[in-house]
């Protein structure tokens, strides 16, 4: 979503560090550049000429500070950084659980904005971590809203709590109200009212959201809002927080390809922080919402703290320890060993959305793009199609046995071949790092070997005898 931002903000800065000594004329044209590069990303003018004149001011006054030798671009870059992450929130806001559970949150948005889809995320989110999450079906307006509730819940294993069937019959407020009683008396600890949207703002909407929010007096109030709608997200956000009041703000669709300047609009205007987000379509594509982390990513520095809670959420400890052990002792690292790690980096989503969080991702866009995520599947089928024996001992893949791998994978021969020298290669580089020794190249990624030096031992220098008769005999002698 933030790619062109990105991209800006990398133009910016590696111009800055060019310079070596700055002047006050290089921080007014990086500041003008960053402006410019907000607006096009539809961040509200107030928002950006803020944030620009904060920058201005900090780089100006750290100015005369900075010793000649020193990385200034660097330092101008880190009070950027800081900025960022300041209008974006600051710190990450956690739920604020109930003294005397259930704890209520309601949802309240747009309709579109994925209000129904993000109550099962949320649920999810909160169910994986050992809490008892409840549905309660409150939009009784939409067509079907009830419906695709009750099915996201069942999907997630999380009960809805739906006595009405919706599609303009029923009363939302009581529906609310008897959710609440309900999971109270079958303690639940956590309660989440979907509520109904309109496709713009009116004041029936506002007027049954702050019944509803009247009738449960929630511990939290999330206004759920797409991040694709640009400057209309700060309109929408304010007659929100005017109409109902909210706590919080989650993000939805921030996969899209939209500009983003709603994340960095909505925080400073509303003064409410964003406290989720929601990166997919899968129910597991959502997250708490990390300032410091999105402005690491806007300024291209990637995301390595979500990519390794990630990678910890799939491989779970037991396949680690086990893989750990493997290494230590000596024992190979075998194709069975690969297709559990194979089986890990599918559950950890989308390969290219992985690839962005790494450092310097934006200078790897097309290859990215590229990327292609049937390979993994394709792989892993290659791998599935081997018996027990193959996969632990490669080398007893004759011609036949490839074949047949081949023909049960639905791949060609030269496939099946492929896969095979690289994992050898990778194998016997591991031995090599293993020993203490440096492996010969990248061969086991599929570069060459670097080439052995000729050494040739140079001829033993001659000794020079001396002048001195007696001495020489002497030397001759021994």
């Known amino acids: 979503m933030f790619e062109s931002l990105t991209s800006r903000f990398s133009s910016a800065f ?9 002047s006050s004329a290089d921080i007014d044209a990086t500041c003008a550049e960053i402006r410019q590069a907000l607006l096009e990303s539809d961040v509200a003018l107030s928002v950006v000429e803020s944030f620009v004149e904060q920058i201005r001011e900090k780089s100006l006054a750290a100015l005369p500070t900075m010793q000649s030798g020193t990385n200034q671009g660097q330092a101008i870059f880190e009070i950027v950084n800081a900025s960022l992450i300041e209008i ?13 559970p259930p704890t209520v949150i309601m949802l309240a948005g747009l309709q579109g904005a994925g209000k129904t889809t993000l109550a099962g995320k949320l ?59 309900f999971a109270k008396s079958k303690q639940y600890n956590m309660v989440i009212v979907d509520t109904a949207g309109r496709l713009g703002i009116d004041e029936e909407l506002m007027k049954q959201a702050s019944n509803i929010r009247d009738a449960v007096n929630p511990d939290e109030i999330l206004f759920v809002v797409d991040a694709m709608i640009g400057q209309d997200a700060v309109r929408t956000s304010q007659a929100f927080l005017d109409g109902v009041g909210f706590d919080g703000v989650v993000l939805t669709k921030l996969d899209g ?48 703290a979500t990519l390794a809670e990630q990678a910890k959420k799939a491989f779970d400890g037991d396949t680690s320890a086990k893989l750990e052990a493997k290494f230590a002792s000596g024992e190979d ?27 310097g991702a934006g200078a790897m866009k097309k290859q990215i793009e590229n990327f292609d995520e049937g390979e993994i599947v394709r792989t892993k089928a290659i791998v599935q199609s081997m018996t027990p024996i193959e996969r632990r001992d490669p080398k007893v893949l004759n011609g036949s046995r490839r074949a047949r791998i081949a023909l049960g994978s639905g791949r060609k021969v030269s496939d099946v071949n492929n896969l095979v020298d690289r ?56």
């Open 88 to 100: 974006l929130g600051g710190e990450a806001r956690r739920v604020r659980f109930a003294k005397n």
């Open 14 to 22: 590696s111009s800055l560090r060019s310079r070596g000594k700055i």
């Open 423 to 478: 994992f050898s290669a990778a194998q016997k580089m591991m031995k090599q790092v293993r020993n203490g020794g440096m492996p010969q190249g990248m061969g086991g990624m599929g570069l060459p070997a670097m080439p052995k030096a000729s050494i040739k031992s140079a001829p033993p220098k001659k000794k020079s005898k001396s002048g001195n008769p007696a001495k020489r005999a002497l030397e001759e002698g021994q």
């Open 333 to 359: 690292f075998t194709l069975e060993d690969f297709l559990e790690q194979l089986q890990a980096m599918s559950k950890m989503g989308s390969m290219s959305k992985l690839l962005g969080m790494l450092p």
């Open 257 to 304: 390809d939209a500009r983003g300047g709603a994340a960095l609009s909505i925080a400073s205007i509303t003064k409410r922080p964003i406290m989720f987000a929601s990166t997919g379509e899968k129910l597991s594509d959502f997250d708490i919402f990390y300032p410091d982390r999105m402005a690491s990513r806007i300024l291209g520095m990637g995301d390595v």
């Open 123 to 181: 649920a999810k989110f909160y169910a994986v971590q050992g809490n008892t999450p409840l549905l309660v079906a409150s939009d009784l307006q939409r067509p079907n809203a009830v419906t695709q509730l009750q099915v996201v819940g069942e999907s997630i294993g999380v009960p809805v709590f739906a006595p009405e069937p919706g599609n303009g019959v029923g009363d939302p407020v009581k529906v609310a109200k008897s959710g609440i009683e």
